[in-house]
């Protein structure tokens, strides 16, 4: 049985993985971390990771990038592996992520979706036919409108694994509006929709003469990514420092 500390366990997503861990063999929350600590949880919550006091094997992440610090101190200081899955993080907060892991394993994903990471894997093998033959890329991504971030995470993975694909020679493009010129042909258009509740929705758009590409995953329900962060947990209690994501865990 795996141990399991949820950050952020009073989130929408963090309640979503606490029913999904009462229902797995294999995985239990044993705490919680939340600044709200009154909640009625099934287990003990705590005001940060440092005050935490109940012994675990991994910390699943579902908070904000305003937590991160603290936590990731935290995480160095416990030697305690974590599932990060908090987008929005500053540069500064990836270049730390790294140092940490270096320490202990952390597994980072913008996207905790077996999907979109199989979605990853075919831009892999797409991109450098494509962008070879001159085909221009551009990223649509939905969310909800109490989404703080945008682009999204995920819009920014599939960015960054596009470019990675051809070599790097692309550069990204987020607002046209002062812009009266033609598109250069080395940008990746990344553009955000807020609305309603939709859960998250990424079109990849490739754009060529006489015929257009485009790759799209949908979520319907936050439980995908739920699904993903427990399979991750599960895959990475007792893993050696270093730096994993969900790739690795799908194989």
């Not at 366990?9 to 995985?27: F, H, K, R, T, W």
């Not at 001159?134 to 993975?157: C, N, Q, W, Y």
């Not at 990675?164 to 550069?171: P, R």
Request: with cysteine; glycine share 8%; proline share 3%.
């Amino acid at each position: 049985m795996v141990r399991a500390i949820l950050h952020g366990c009073n989130g929408a997503m963090g309640q979503v993985i606490s029913q999904l861990a009462a229902e797995d063999p294999e995985l239990e929350i044993v705490a919680g971390v939340d600044l709200n600590t009154d909640a009625k949880n099934g287990y003990p919550v705590f005001a940060s990771l440092e005050a935490c006091s109940v012994e675990a094997d991994v910390v699943i992440d579902f908070s904000t990038a305003k937590a991160m610090d603290s936590l990731l101190e935290a995480l160095a200081a416990k030697k305690l592996p974590a599932v990060i899955c908090t987008t929005g993080l500053t540069p500064e907060q990836l270049q730390k992520v790294e140092e940490v892991s270096g320490q202990v394993a952390l597994l980072r994903s913008a996207n905790m979706s077996v999907g979109i990471n199989l979605v990853f894997k075919v831009l892999e093998m797409m991109t450098p036919i494509l962008a070879k033959e001159g085909f221009d890329i551009e990223i649509v991504e939905k969310h909800h409108h109490r989404k703080l971030d945008a682009p999204s995470g995920t819009a920014l993975a599939l960015a960054d694994v596009i470019n990675e694909a051809a070599g790097g020679v692309y550069h990204y493009k987020y607002d046209r509006t002062q812009d009266h010129q033609k598109r250069d042909p080395l940008e990746i258009g990344i553009q955000s929709v807020r609305g309603g509740t939709i859960v998250g929705d990424h079109d990849v758009i490739f754009a060529g003469t006489d015929e257009v590409i485009t790759l799209s995953h949908t979520a319907y329900s936050r439980a995908i990514f739920g699904k993903g962060a427990i399979v991750a947990a599960k895959y990475l209690a007792g893993k050696p420092a270093g730096l994993y994501n969900m790739r690795d865990v799908i194989g």
